[in-house]
């Protein structure tokens, strides 16, 4: 079995420092800051990820998860709740804890999910 891929595209670097140590059990997280949004999906071209993750604005990151029907987890300014693009549908995620532990949970349960069912 492969390891599982989660990429933080244009987050904080404390944000993907807490992803990759509390999902390493789970999977890979990568963080990833390109300079460009153009940058960011010519290297997301060239891997096979599972999940991606990306603070504020998603649009071209958006158009490259539904085509690749890749998990996306949006976490927004504080007042705003996670959302999952999951199935080209977007969910609000809130189950009260902070954002990093919301999208850990999102990304634990769809990976591992997603393992129970390849």
């Given at each position: ?21 509390s999902?390493?059990q ?7 800051r ?7 999906l010519?290297f997301l ?10 603070e504020?604005d ?9 085509a690749s029907?890749?998990?996306?987890v ?5 007042a705003?709740?996670?959302?999952m693009?999951r199935?080209?549908?977007?969910e ?13 949970d999102v990304?634990?349960?769809e990976?591992l999910?997603s393992?129970?069912?390849g």
């Amino acid at each position: 079995m492969s390891e599982s891929v989660a990429i933080a595209v244009h987050t904080s670097p404390l944000m993907a420092e807490v992803l990759a140590s509390s999902l390493g059990q789970v999977g890979c997280v990568s963080a990833v800051r390109p300079a460009t949004a153009a940058r960011s999906l010519a290297f997301l071209e060239w891997r096979v990820v599972d999940a991606l993750v990306v603070e504020g604005d998603v649009a071209e990151i958006e158009r490259f998860a539904r085509a690749s029907n890749v998990l996306l987890v949006q976490v927004g300014e504080s007042a705003q709740p996670v959302r999952m693009l999951r199935d080209g549908c977007w969910e609000e995620v809130a189950n009260g804890a902070t954002a990093w532990e919301t999208v850990r949970d999102v990304l634990a349960c769809e990976i591992l999910g997603s393992r129970g069912r390849g």
